[in-house]
């Protein structure tokens, strides 16, 4: 696979988000052990101190822990990371716009005002869905990186990862 290229939907696997409390295999609060074992024991392959991991790019996923060495966020690669579908929509490597689009017609046929919101890149979110959609590079094309966060964090949520947690492009 070439360093841009896209890993189709029906080669990745195929994980569903209950929002604000798992993401696929993992539920927020885990311990790091329970996590590796959740990714069937997949060893991490960066590590920045205690509260970030990165998985191989078979896996497809960045980590983030709290204090306590639970799993705090999820943030899955745009390239080859696995589909995380809800509402039978999948969120990951897709075109911004048309999920930005998605998030506010949701919002609406639901009666949530106050549902989207936007953090200081510009990045899409949705509270009642604790997501937070993130772009990445595909050559000249940008692909949404959804990042999942728990309820406790929705409050604030630029400020519960670092910044590069929202940068990675």
Same mark, same amino acid.
């Given at each position: 696979?070439?360093?841009? &290229? *896209? ?11 209950? %929002? ?40 497809? *996923? ?7 060495? =639970? ?5 899955? !690669?745009?390239? =080859?990371? %696995?589909?995380?579908? *809800? !509402? ?17 017609? =949701? #919002? ?6 106050? &549902? *989207?919101?936007?953090? %200081?890149? #510009?990045? #899409? ?14 050559? !000249? =094309? ?10 406790? #964090?929705?409050? @604030? ?9 929202? @940068?990675?492009?």
């Amino acid at each position: 696979m070439g360093l841009w &290229d *896209v890993l189709p939907d029906s080669e990745r696997q195929l994980w569903t988000l209950d %929002p604000l409390h798992s993401v696929g295999p993992l539920r927020f609060g885990m311990p790091s052990g329970e996590v590796s074992a959740a990714l069937e024991g997949c060893a991490p392959g960066l590590e920045s101190g205690t509260a970030f991991r990165s998985y191989p790019e078979d896996v497809g *996923v960045e980590l983030h822990y709290d204090e306590d060495e =639970r799993l705090w966020a999820v943030s899955v !690669d745009a390239l =080859r990371g %696995p589909q995380v579908q *809800v !509402d039978g929509m999948p969120l990951v490597g897709r075109v911004p716009s048309e999920l930005e689009d998605w998030l506010f017609e =949701r #919002a609406e046929s639901r009666g949530l005002r106050t &549902d *989207v919101f936007y953090l %200081p890149g #510009a990045q #899409a979110g949705s509270n009642t869905l604790g997501v937070v959609l993130c772009m990445q590079r595909a050559g !000249d =094309r940008l692909l949404t990186r959804p990042v999942f966060l728990p309820a406790e #964090a929705m409050g @604030d949520v630029h400020h519960m990862l670092p910044q590069e947690a929202w @940068d990675h492009v």
